[in-house]
């Protein structure tokens, strides 16, 4: 279980530093329906993770070696794979970086419904190109580890966890301390925005090279 947690923890942190789902929160928690809001999109983006990265861990369970801890070549071929493609995003990321327009359905935040904010939410997470490669790795990660199905409960758990903490942590911490956050996530909320393409080609590239340097290992 140790090894395993330790190669999810990077990835974990590639889901949970992107920029977007953070200024997302903190547009919820700012917006005009802000509680409903923000406690939507905050069941979307954690069952969002959460369901991308079971079911790739059920399929990839059948990518094991003939040892029980032992990965196949299949496996480390697709690690390798799901590497490249997070390293094309990082180079496509690095490219877009001086682009800070606000997307359209950033503008729309006042008007979303609790249940349009947790589509919002499990869109972000699960669907995105960018998380769902990290979420894909992931899973391939705890399904090729050959762990026992409390172990691999227990792995999904601790990386969905670890992936949503910046997301939960803004809309737990304003419900909180709202006076005090309101001014600092604003200001956090604008220095992201300005550099989300920066930013996720940084997160991208470490990710990417950390994917395909286990999927070579792996070999």
């Known amino acids: 279980?140790?090894?395993v947690i330790g190669d999810l923890l990077p990835l974990a942190v590639g889901v949970a530093?992107?920029?977007?789902?953070?200024?997302?929160?903190?547009?919820?928690?700012?917006?005009?329906?802000?509680?409903?809001?923000?406690?939507?999109?905050a069941v979307g983006w954690v069952?969002?993770?959460?369901?991308v990265t079971a079911v790739v861990t059920l399929l990839a369970g059948s990518l094991g070696g003939?040892?029980?801890?032992e990965p196949s070549a299949v496996a480390s071929w697709l690690k390798i794979v799901l590497g490249v493609l997070l390293l094309v995003l990082a180079a496509e990321q690095w490219h877009a970086r001086s682009d800070t327009s606000v997307p359209a359905w950033m503008q729309a935040i006042d008007?979303?419904?609790?249940?349009?904010?947790?589509?919002l939410g499990a869109?972000?997470?699960?669907?995105n190109p960018k998380n769902l490669l990290l979420c894909l790795s992931a899973g391939v990660v705890i399904g090729s580890a050959r762990l026992s199905a409390g172990?691999?409960?227990?792995a999904i758990v601790v990386f969905t966890l670890l992936a949503s903490v910046t997301v939960l942590a803004v809309i737990i911490g304003y419900a909180l301390a709202a006076d005090k956050l309101g001014p600092t996530l604003?200001?956090?909320?604008?220095?992201?925005?300005?550099n989300n393409h920066a930013v996720m080609a940084i997160v991208l590239l470490v990710m990417g090279a950390v994917v395909v340097g286990k999927g070579i290992g792996g070999l």
């Open 186 to 194: 604003d200001s956090a909320r604008q220095w992201l925005q300005a």
């Open 47 to 51: 069952g969002g993770i959460l369901v």
């Open 66 to 69: 003939s040892g029980e801890k």
């Open 123 to 127: 869109l972000l997470s699960g669907v």
């Open 17 to 41: 530093i992107s920029p977007i789902p953070i200024v997302a929160a903190i547009l919820m928690i700012l917006s005009k329906n802000a509680g409903g809001a923000a406690k939507g999109f």
């Open 111 to 119: 008007s979303l419904t609790v249940v349009k904010a947790a589509g």
């Open 151 to 154: 172990g691999d409960i227990v």
């Open 1 to 3: 279980m140790g090894p």
